[in-house]
């Protein structure tokens, strides 16, 4: 059976009352423990304060009587001890040894004398009180002398009665069982108050807790809304970061990945609107070509058939590049790599530029043909089609009389390849972009009579990327533009396994 799942709002306030009332209970049961533990040591620090009293009169009156002879088999002298005790005896009145406490061997009053004001309510009436309930007085050999027996096994207090520093008898205070009468209202009350203050606490955090979660939850609520609108297709409107640190972050991010999303669905229609435009010149050329051949208006020379493949060429150069990086966005270009002389092999492709350079008027400058080896393991096909691309890009947009100058100097780890050129320049908003697919910068560097498919430098940044390297542009000291290779010489073979495809 699967339970629905409540919302994080509820989860929120179920955990936080849970804890809170937890807490409540157990800061109160503990509280009503203490409470209880510490009325409790309070009775016995009171009875043992009664009780040292009370031993002090005692040996008073042992002064005279060391074997406590008054106290013996009468419960009168007992009474009228506790009478003196709480209060009640009259002004000046002492008990001696021989002398009968007073009222002995008269019949008891008609009426109880009142109770004194400290004792407590409900104590019994007579003179004992309920110190006097709990006391039992015997000799050294354990025989009673006065008091009520007690039970065996009740807790009690036992004090040694001296007189004249000898030990004469010993005197019992049982503790009370429970409190009774004032103290028993007045733990009544203190724990009926702990039990409101414990049920107005867990009121009160179930409250603050609904508050809390609701809080909380609603940035939450604000990011479900805005995923759902970004999986729908449909552009948001812009967060306002709140709440906690966490979700506030990830309220940038979601604002972060809407716009992201948008730039890059901007980017896919003008990549569709881009490959239209690239094959529909070649592809109208070449229509009316055919039909001009067809009508019999131009007639199919060499010179025709040959402007005919140049356009078929375009178109294939095109669709090959696209390939490129479709293969690339799909899974990364595959790489095989290979051991080599990475200067010798970019010498080689780089020199092939040296004639189409000077028939354009510019001068291509190169390193030192004999240099030592540099030991790199690349796919050098992927290399090769880099720098071609890189060298393309310049000598097309350089203007003559120009330069382009290709370097390259390693380390013990990487290879830096530069290809600088000469004016024109490159725009800063424009070097940010120059790696797109199909971007078209500054009217400066465009040349409307070259063929070009746009994605040159976008597939040397795959390349250069698939062996773990970067690709940079920048203005160039020759006025020009600058675009800096940096390839490891030995990139890890798990970024680029695969057949080229």
């Known amino acids: 059976m699967n339970l629905p799942r409540l919302k994080i709002a509820h989860q929120l306030s179920l955990l936080i009352s849970a804890a809170v009332v937890l807490a409540v209970l157990v800061v109160g049961g503990l509280s009503f423990l203490n409470l209880r533990s510490g009325f409790r040591d309070y009775l016995q620090v009171r009875d043992d304060e009664q009780l040292t009293r009370l031993v002090a009169l005692i040996e008073q009156h042992a002064a005279t009587d060391p074997q406590l002879q008054w106290l013996r088999d009468d419960p009168e002298p007992m009474r009228a001890l506790m009478d003196e005790f709480n209060g009640r005896a009259l002004r000046g009145q002492r008990l001696h040894p021989r002398q009968p406490p007073p009222g002995f061997g008269r019949p008891p009053p008609a009426e109880p004398p009142p109770e004194h004001p400290e004792d407590p309510p409900g104590a019994p009436r007579g003179g004992l009180g309920s110190l006097g309930e709990r006391v ?4 050294l050999q354990g025989l009673r002398l006065a008091g009520r027996p007690q039970p065996p096994h009740a807790r009690k207090t036992t004090r040694a009665i001296k007189a004249n520093g000898q030990e004469v008898a010993y005197i019992d205070l049982t503790s009370e069982p429970e409190p ?13 108050r702990l039990l409101w203050a414990t049920l107005g ?26 995923s759902r609108d970004i999986a729908r297709g ?32 901007e980017a896919r229609r003008s990549w569709i609107a881009q490959i239209s435009h690239e094959l529909r010149t070649p592809l109208s050329v070449l229509r ?12 199919p020379t060499p010179q025709v058939l040959s402007g005919l493949r140049d356009e078929v060429l375009q178109l294939n150069r095109l669709v090959d590049d696209l390939h490129t990086l479709s293969v690339a966005d799909m899974g990364g270009m595959p790489c095989a790599l290979t051991q080599g002389d990475a200067h010798a092999w970019l010498w080689r492709v780089a020199h092939r530029f040296a004639a189409q350079a000077k028939k354009k008027g510019l001068t291509l400058s190169l390193p030192p043909q004999k240099a030592l080896p540099i030991p790199a393991q690349w796919d050098f096909g992927r290399i090769e089609q880099l720098l071609t691309n890189l060298l393309t890009n310049s000598l097309r947009y350089t203007d003559a009389p120009g330069s382009v100058a290709v370097a390259w100097q390693c380390d013990a780890r990487q290879l830096t390849l530069t290809v600088d050129d000469s004016e024109p320049g490159v725009s800063p908003a424009d070097l ?4 797109e697919p199909l971007f078209r910068g500054d009217r400066a560097r465009q040349r409307s009579d070259q063929h070009s498919s746009g ?12 062996h773990q390297g970067t690709i940079t542009a920048s203005a160039s000291p020759r006025g020009g533009l600058q675009l800096c290779v940096r390839l490891p010489l030995r990139p890890h073979t798990s970024a680029a396994r695969g057949d080229a495809t």
């Open 201 to 226: 606490s867990i009121a009160l955090a179930v409250i603050a807790a609904w508050w809390m979660a609701g809080r909380w939850s609603r940035p939450l609520t604000a990011l479900q809304r805005a």
């Open 432 to 435: 940010r972009e120059l790696f």
């Open 288 to 299: 009316g070509e055919l039909e001009a051949i067809e009508d019999g208006a131009r007639a």
């Open 136 to 139: 039992f007085i015997r000799d």
């Open 234 to 265: 449909k552009r948001t409107h812009i967060l306002q970061p709140t709440g906690a640190q966490e979700i506030a972050q990830l309220m940038e991010d979601i604002n972060t990945m809407t716009a992201e999303l948008a730039r890059l669905e």
């Open 180 to 192: 009774e009468g004032v103290d028993a209202r007045f733990l009544q009350r203190q724990t009926s």
């Open 455 to 466: 994605l040159g430098l976008s597939i040397a940044r795959t390349i250069a990327q698939a």
